[in-house]
DNA sequence: CCAAAAGTGTTTTCTCTACACCCATGT
DNA sequence: ACATGGGTGTAGAGAAAACACTTTTGG
């Protein structure tokens, strides 16, 4: 059937990932860089990207150049926007679709990371990208405070298990600003999403912060009955 | 420097546009659809679509078709999501953009729409469309929603001056619910951002009501200062 | 004079914000 | 005993919600 449709071009279409992680020690939000390894724009900092199979959905792709850089599947990825400027990419003309993953730093095995040649950077100090991939951070940027105002995504950046210390931290590093404690407790804690742990993070205080669980299930059921998650804080 | 990425495939890549028109005196939104003029599918209701052509961007794309279709330029557009199932078009495997447009329906010209097979479809009786279009009217239905909350964008679906009455029509038809006249007027008013005409619509009330016009300027200078427009109402 | 649509304020409720001290524990 | 980070409640301000009557005028 493909003689219908003849008459028109056919384009390259790429996937380019937007990867943030959060440092927990650090209290900082990173972003995970590859140095390109082919041309155009060898050896620049790039996003993880890759072109469309002719036997793949654009969400497979995407999927695809995500598994095969960090080895995980199941990750929480979105698609962001679809850039299409003519000569946005200098080695042809190619369309691209961006996602952008929220992923466990802790889970990113370090070897594997290494071996493909990917790095975590500290968003204060995104080097330059090649072609157009620092707009993309940035949309994925105003993207994830939106969305993590109103869905409960934040989590997905974190440990199964881990305090509201962690939790608030993560807010302030994607908020970019201080949140009072008390309110940010009040608000998390009224939603009734988080089941408090038996046991205590103990690595960074003496007296110990109890760990926290966010409860999915309980989510999706609120959900059903109109609730919406909403961390707005002052 | 095509040779860089000759190894890749290339797909096809069309971009579709949902558009919105407010009938004022039904209180309705339309969607503007077309009889699709080629196979497959051909007679078949479908978005107003096109290929995206070699020499022009995805955004120049959907313009292009929008201008096709309504003679009208400059009207708001934007970007809304990209859907690149394998089998989504039964033609061929073809990636598409589709983009959402709002317009005055007062704007488009009948003798224009209707020779380019057009009709504006109310929201209630959509037929069935082709492909995932469907899908994609959803999508921006609700996109829709949340955009007129916090941006001042279902001004262009109404004319340059319209009356208050109007506008909260307007509101109820993308909310899909009632909402308090003095409260929506308390609250579109206190932004300062609409400013009262000399004269009155006499069409609809032996009484009249004030036209009112929006400030697009005064809009732009407040948001420079960090207003935010708002208008979620009970 | 009456029907039909436009226009107008106040009170109550709730949510958001600001704010400071005690607690537990390892050294 | 003290330094360090974790944990807790309340009062005041502001925003959102609920609500009903008066005005205008053409027929």
Redesign the pocket.
């Known amino acids: 059937m493909n003689h219908l449709y003849s008459k028109y071009p056919k384009h390259f279409h790429a996937v380019d990932c937007i990867i943030f992680g959060f440092d927990i020690a650090e209290k900082e939000l990173k972003l995970l860089l590859i140095k390109r390894s082919f041309e155009p724009a060898l050896g620049e900092w790039s996003l993880a990207g890759g072109f469309v199979r002719e036997d793949e959905s654009l969400d497979d792709a995407a999927c695809r150049v995500l598994c095969t850089l960090t080895g995980l599947s199941e990750l929480y990825m979105e698609q962001l926007y679809t850039y299409g400027e003519i000569s946005r990419d200098p080695g042809a003309r190619v369309i691209s679709t961006a996602y952008f993953a929220l992923i466990g730093i802790h889970e990113l095995d370090p070897e594997i990371r290494k071996s493909n040649g990917a790095y975590w950077c500290s968003l204060s100090e995104i080097p330059d990208l090649i072609f157009d991939h620092r707009k993309m951070v940035d949309r994925a940027l105003k993207e994830l405070v939106e969305k993590v105002k109103v869905y409960p995504v934040g989590f997905e950046l974190l440990p199964e298990k881990f ?3 962690q939790l608030q931290n993560l807010y302030e590093a994607i908020y970019q600003r201080q949140v ?4 940010f ?3 998390i804690l009224s939603m009734n999403l988080l089941e408090k742990q038996e046991d205590k993070e103990r690595e ?7 760990y926290y669980r966010f409860n999915e299930e309980k989510y999706k059921e609120l959900t059903r009955n109109g609730f919406f998650f ?1 961390l ?3």
């Open positions: 305090t509201l210390v009072d404690k008390r309110n407790r009040k608000k960074t205080s003496k007296k110990g912060a109890w909403n707005v804080v002052s």
